[in-house]
């Protein structure tokens, strides 16, 4: 028997190597070029035989929501595809591999989508979607300054925090902002091994030898700073969202441990990088938003339930290593606007301009599940916590247990509320966590 072709694009597309957005019947660009628009033809599906359709229409357990395929991220529509009958069910049953998934209707409206009282997305594809959506890449300004500073207790708690991290990085090889898996596959870029090098020698600095570890660090950040202009503009647009995160990444560690070291001169340096490392968060931001509008990072995925079959690929590493890298994404955003905040606001220059608040996933199952084969069974049955960071304070709201929540959530909540008032959260849900450093 002929294999069949996995082949998504139109043909014009493929032929002139060019992005194609799968549009039916007629793509975009052939659209715009005026030519014939034609698609492999979709693989044929096994019908049922009526009687059993007939059989699970009747079944009371059988509900509206079987018959809601994945969504397609198509130019940033977030369009649903609506599949012909509940039949369809057991064809999305095979390639996810699970005997009972949980999928979920469309809502109704855009404000039940993202409400913006409650802060959270409700999810489509089988509940594992949720970070991909179009409401999902939303940068909003709801921000609005205290009346007062927060203690400086405050602050330097949360500073520890982060020196925390960049050590456990060293130690475990992730953290709370640079998951297990991120770079597993393509190997640590050289960004971040200078970054993994530079916080493993700062934590071996004494007063005798502090001049070294400063040319050590210094010798990083030029190496980095040297090959991202060496690139030129033409080069950099043509960085990955992965690329993007790297160097992000590899800047926000080399600035926290100069940031707040006890040599001038570093301070100093690294005082005159904090709007690079600003520049490269935007930077990540957009690439992020424009793979997620026009490049969606799970290729494997059908557009439509009626092209599965049952020899398909299973989607759901490709949806866990997009939830990786989205999450990592974000998460990395927050940490550089929130860090370089704090240290201004301990330097007496508290802003009130807001660089704006994003989505995060703040339910921690989710973020240390070690598998795909994991994060699916709790994707599947666990609301993912999807929040505007800085509406977190709906999760107490909803009842949310302390422990549920991710400690890159919690440890940013210190901030935002008050080290007392988290603290306060987590006694009173009986969690044996700790938010101090």
Known sequence: MASRSKQKSCFPCVEAKRRCDKTRPTCSRCAEREVDCAYPPAARVRQRPQAEVDGLAADPDVGFKDVWAFSMVDGGSGSISQVGGPSDKALLDSVFATTSPSLQPAPSSSAEADNPVAGHITPLCGDLDWFLRPQAWTVDYHYQAPDTLPPPSVFSNFIRGLQDWISRFVSNGHSPF???????????????????????????????????????????????????????????????????????????????????????????????????????????????TQDAAFAPPFPNVPPALGEISVGDVDPVPELYRAFILSESTRRTWLLCNIATGVYNSLKGEWAEACAGDIHITTHADLWDAPSSARWEAIARHTDPLFVYSLRGKTLMERGVRAAEVDEFARHLFTVMWGLEKVETWVVRTGDAVSVTY
């Open 178 to 288: 640079i998951h297990r898996h991120l770079y597993s596959e393509t190997g640590l870029p050289q960004c971040m091994q200078d970054a993994y090098s530079a916080v493993a020698i700062s934590k071996t600095a004494t007063p005798e030898n502090e001049h070294m570890v400063d040319e050590i660090s210094s010798a990083h950040i030029s190496n980095l700073l040297d090959n991202q202009t060496a690139q030129g503009p033409i080069s950099l647009a043509l960085f990955s969202t992965r690329d993007h995160l790297a160097r992000t990444q590899a800047l926000l560690i080399h600035l926290l441990l100069a940031l707040f070291s006890s040599s001038i001169a570093r301070r100093a340096r690294a005082e005159g990088l904090v709007g690079t490392l600003r520049n490269w968060t935007n930077q990540l931001w957009e690439s992020a």
